[in-house]
């Protein structure tokens, strides 16, 4: 989907590698998308809910759109590794908390 007015471009895949929330990806028109793990717990339990606002999704696809734009816009590939396992540990800490945090209805 695409944020109107923007261009964030967000899509949800079943998995992810190693379990992350998110990735990124290049589109057929070489655009960078953002991939969401729907089958995260974090996604599960809370961006997939239905009592998130609209607003508060719109705001969750800048943050990972953002944070993809600045893992493709790296240079070295040590900053490249470091992004990268940010994302995975970012995605662990989010599962934990998932777990941990009461049901959203």
């Known amino acids: ?41 974090f996604y599960e339990r809370f961006y997939n809910s239905s009592s ?5 999704i719109q705001a969750m696809d800048c943050v990972f ?3 993809a734009n600045a893992e493709i816009g790296t240079m070295s590939d040590k900053a490249k590794r470091n992004i990268e396992d940010l994302r995975f540990k970012v995605s662990r800490y989010l599962r934990n908390l998932a777990d941990e945090l009461p049901d959203v209805e």
């Open 1 to 41: 989907k695409l944020l109107e007015g923007t261009d964030v471009l967000v899509t949800s895949e079943e998995y992810l590698d190693d379990g992350a929330l998110w990735n990124f990806a290049l589109n057929e028109d070489g655009e960078i998308c953002v991939v969401l793990n729907s089958s995260h717990q």
């Open 52 to 56: 998130i606002s609209a607003v508060m």
């Open 65 to 67: 759109w953002s944070l």
